[in-house]
């Protein structure tokens, strides 16, 4: 009785053993398989996380282009603004210069003018005290 005891402790542990295995193997293949289901979960995060990084990096880009473009044309537009004031200064400048110049001119032509106006009309008065003496 207790040789069979014995052997069916026996049996009964060979057998717990060897259900023991393939419960371990099971648990290998089914960590192997969550193993390989966790690497792929997490490269396919990995890879989403790489693409969104990248898309902002490229809108980033995108908005400081877009902002440094705004800021050439703001300095390109006050550039312009101020060759415009300067040329408007200049041709005032200009201008003024060529009035000047021209009432110059005109005040020597008038004082030409003047000068040979009282020459004939001494050259006519004298004539005229001629003409009385000759009568």
Known sequence: HEREHHREISELTAKHEEEMEK?????????????????????????????????????????ELEALRLTLHNMHTSQLELAQSNLRKEKETALMELREMLNDKRAQEVA????????????????????????
Request: glycine share 4%.
């Open 23 to 63: 419960l371990r193997a099971e648990l290998k293949k089914e960590q192997g398989h969550l193993l390989d289901e966790l690497r792929q979960q997490m490269a396919a995060t990995h890879k989403a996380e790489h693409e969104q990084a990248q898309l902002q990096s490229q809108t980033l880009h995108s908005l």
């Open 112 to 135: 030409i003018l003047q000068s040979r106006h009282q020459l004939e009309w001494e050259r006519i008065r004298e004539q005229c005290l001629k003409e009385k003496e000759g009568l």
